[in-house]
């Protein structure tokens, strides 16, 4: 039976990348998808992606990949220290923004939506959401965004809530379990209804944003 497996967000810890998949040890038929974020903030991003390449991982547009694609597009002068930090932290923009470019806002395995952030309460269509949303949604009214929401009969598979942890109910799974903050990297199986975790080899960041 094949299996498909959803890896959190990476923020460029190749190390851990490769432990978590090799825990999973993935056969031909099996499928890997990962919820965007694979870049910036940790170690090694070109690393990652090359990774990504090579185990044909399809991953969703994170809100850092939409930033880096954003920043390359404006006039050199008018990119901001902070812009050009996130600019030399990813080690090679201009490659790594040509792949991610093509990355989809959100996935439908058929069975699963594999998105970024979440879902925008109170509209029934991915089509109906704003893009910034679906990139950064987390509090809805003051409320996360996955008590509120429908969810028409998908699995919802999300990330960029490290702060949160891992999310685990019936119908939502939240990946982002704080790799790069020296925490975990988490994935999940739905056909073993399982996670696997790695843990950081170190704080790679102290930044939460």
């Known amino acids: 039976m094949s299996r498909t497996f959803f890896i959190g967000d990476v923020h460029g810890c190749i190390e851990e990348l490769a432990e978590l998949v090799g825990k999973f040890s993935p056969n031909a038929e099996d499928k890997i998808y990962q919820t965007g974020d694979i870049i ?22 994170g809100n850092h990949e939409a930033k880096l694609l954003q920043i390359l597009n404006k006039p050199q002068a008018e990119q901001t220290p902070k812009e050009l930090r996130l600019l030399e932290s990813v080690k ?20 699963e939506i594999l998105l970024h952030a979440g879902l925008e309460p ?4 991915l089509e109906e959401m704003e893009s910034k949303n679906i990139l950064t949604v987390r509090l809805w009214n003051e409320k996360p965004w996955y008590e509120q929401a429908i969810f028409n009969g ?18 939502v ?20 209804d399982r996670f696997y975790q790695v843990a950081a080899k170190k704080v790679y960041s102290n930044i939460h944003r």
């Open 173 to 192: 799974k939240g990946l982002d379990t704080g790799c790069v903050y020296g925490k975990l990297l988490t994935g999940y199986c739905p056909e073993e």
């Open 154 to 171: 998908r699995t919802i598979i999300f990330g960029h809530w490290a702060m949160n942890g891992l999310v685990d109910f019936p119908h």
């Open 92 to 111: 090679k923009p201009e490659w790594i923004a040509s792949v991610v470019s093509k990355f989809p806002l959100w996935l439908d395995t058929g069975k």
């Open 122 to 125: 109170g509209k029934n269509f």
């Open 40 to 61: 910036n903030k940790g170690p090694d991003s070109p690393a990652v992606l090359d990774f990504v390449l090579k185990h044909n991982i399809q991953c969703v547009m």
